[in-house]
């Protein structure tokens, strides 16, 4: 069902600087997704949840208003309380026990064997992510549908915000560099856009707040993300990604390891 709101190998580059925008102008999240102006960063899980349910009793209303009698709509809001309790059901703890995640396209995002945690809210347009660090929700993660290129979506956020703050490029094959990463920033929010369609078929959009984010390596007890801990199950290790590494990134350097090896 549909949920609430409505992402060739290449060799990799280095990162590539644009020229920043004048650092006291803000993001507005209302000029990326409406439905994402209130999103409660900073809160607990029952506060997400209750955000959460208010955005699909809006979808489901107009469903609910054309019910044919008492017994369809009440089986409709039976419906959405079944949705929002399997959300809320969702809640997984990244205790150091496999969790399924940490080979996706948010692997990198989450530290395992700390106090962090996430809901997914599933949609067959891309599924949302909340994470969460100590009880309180510190980033917001959706994929995104990928109908046109990648380049073009950095260009319409930019159109809609500001000039990206950072641009990461590689380059396909022989051909010239193109953007996989995109980086947008505040004093309050960090905004990255991320192609993912090598492996997902998707682009994953991360919204940071940065009052919980600029502090997470404080806040995750001074370890690094791929850094084991002691309570983590001892085959995760092989599954955990170093901060800021991903399949596609390691097949993008693979690819260029082999080119550079032909004869």
Not at 156 to 174: F, I, M, N, Y
Not at 248 to 259: D, I, N, V, Y
Request: charged fraction near 35%.
């Amino acid at each position: 069902m549909r949920a609430l709101i409505l992402a060739s190998l290449f060799v990799f580059i280095p990162l590539a600087a644009v020229a920043p925008s004048p650092a006291h102008a803000a993001l507005e999240l209302r000029r990326v997704d409406s439905s994402l102006v209130d999103l409660p960063f900073g809160r607990d899980v029952d506060t997400v949840s209750s955000w959460v349910r208010e955005r699909l009793e809006r979808l489901y209303a107009p469903r609910i208003k054309a019910a044919i009698d008492d017994n369809d709509r009440a089986k409709r809001r039976a419906q959405l309380d079944r949705e929002v309790f399997e959300f809320r059901s969702r809640l997984i703890a990244f205790d150091g026990r496999r969790t399924g995640y940490e080979v996706s396209a948010v692997a990198g995002e989450f530290m395992a064997g700390t106090d962090e945690a996430m809901l997914v809210l599933k949609d067959p347009d891309g599924d949302h992510f909340f994470f969460f660090i100590n009880g309180r929700m510190w980033k917001y993660a959706r994929m995104l549908p990928t109908p046109n290129p990648f380049p073009d979506r950095i260009a319409e956020q930019a159109s809609r915000l500001k000039k990206p703050d950072l641009v990461e490029t590689a380059r396909d094959g022989g051909g010239p560099p193109t953007a996989v990463k995109a980086m947008w920033s505040d004093d309050k929010l960090r905004l990255r856009l991320w192609n993912r369609r090598l492996l997902y078929g998707f682009d994953l959009m991360v919204i940071e707040y940065r009052p919980l984010a600029d502090k997470i390596d404080e806040l995750r007890g001074g370890r690094e993300v791929g850094k084991v801990a002691p309570t983590l199950e001892p085959d995760l290790d092989g599954f955990l990604l170093d901060d800021g590494v991903d399949e596609e990134e390691l097949l993008r350097k693979k690819a260029a390891t082999e080119k550079t090896a032909k004869p």
